[in-house]
């Protein structure tokens, strides 16, 4: 959670605008909310090295900020950033080139990519301070590269760096889902934790001070919104730790009503999806910012399960109920999402949500109130979302034991299914474990450390037809696999 330069500041970013938006995140309830990290997007640094290779950077862009530093030293705006209790997050591209040779605004520039220092500019963020940074793919399209390889290298580059300054460098994947890093990204290089973004940008920055006409004309739609939903969804891939990255949010953004607002939320939260906002955070309405900070939205999002929604009915064309199974037996987040443009009614059918008969309770997370569950038609304006909280009774589980690590005769043929893995990891480290499936695919499956004799349990979203499962030797076993009946 956090916030982007990208999408309000494009290229123009510089160390006072980064100030600005980090104090405006420690002091708007952002901070308290969770939101960490702020990330610095393209345009930092114009592709100059010096004869060492080392990134030289444009003193006039990051100053000293404190008495003592050294202009032209990406170490001042971290360090500022850190003494708001704030983490900090840098750019770069997995090719030779970054996406500056294709600009938004300002010159084409070219070697603005790590490709070729892939080691000697990780650790350089690092030692800077920086505690994440993003990794963009404009080189490493154009030079035709594999993604799963460059950004495996780039794994080992941040790990080696992370072992040198004793930081932690977050890793995040930014390839817009062209070599559908949902199959690589999970686990990439053994990283034990990271998000790879599914698609492409939700819309080209809106930088409202540049006043150009191209600029000007940028508005943002339902559509652009519910098309970076739409192919982001790849739920056999995330779990607890790994995330499919719907991209930056552009909540409070031109074109961006209260509605819209709330489905971004809501399908964000649902998600389990990174949120960084990358609007201007100094001029966000109170709606907006209640919203990003709403409490109970935002424990869904945390829900450590980490599981995307599944798709259960769509009775009217557009009207759509999307659930997020959650870790705590029988709970589940309710997205009601209407994509036309007139408001609709909706009943939701307790069957299609793997409950036995009615929830207890249900919640409206928006407007903070329970409601009865005998009276569960709603309403949703159009291009809206309804967010709801319901705790019932799973309907019964099919169990099965592992055997060498497998389950054989799963019986998930319908949709995507909901399933609880218990498991054992006794070493003190999160394994990351390659998981086949009979149906195709599968991926790869984050197991924390288990502690004792004690069991762990994740939750998967097995994808349709999934028949046996089997999990790649590493040092965990396997044990049981409950699929819900849904
Ligand atoms: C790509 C990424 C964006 C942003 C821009 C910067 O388009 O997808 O998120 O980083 O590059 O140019």
Known sequence: MGWNSWNSFANIVNSQIVQQQAKAMASN??????YEYVVIDEGWWLGERDSAGNIVVNPKQWPAIQPGQKDGDMANIASYIHSLGLKAGIYTDAGRDGCSMYPDSGPKLFNAGSEGHYDQDFLQFSKWGFDY???????????RRSGAIQYAQIAHAIQNAEKTTGRKLFFSICE?????PWYWGPGVGDVESTIWRTGGDIIPPIVESLHDPEHDKRVITARNLL???DTGMHPEAQHTGYFNDLDMMVMGMRGMTEALDRTHMGLWAISSAPLMIGSD???????????LTNREALAIHHDPFGLQPIKVDETTPGVQIWVKPMAIAGRRAIGILNRTDTSAQIRIDWEKLGLKGAPRSLRDVWNGRDVDVTHAAVSVPAHDLVLMLADGEDKLAAEYSANNDSFAG????GGPTFARLEYANRSSHVVVTRVKSTSGLFTAVALPPTTGSDTGTIGLILPRGTADLSFEGRPVTVSRLKVQAW
Do not use: Y
């Open 29 to 34: 309830g952002m901070k308290e909310a969770g």
């Open 133 to 143: 940074v993003k990794v963009d793919w404009c080189g490493g399209a154009k030079e």
């Open 176 to 180: 817009w889902g062209s070599q559908n």
């Open 227 to 229: 098309d970076s939903f």
């Open 281 to 291: 955070l100094t001029r966000l309405s109170p709606s907006t910012l209640s919203l």
């Open 410 to 413: 799963i019986q998930a043929t």
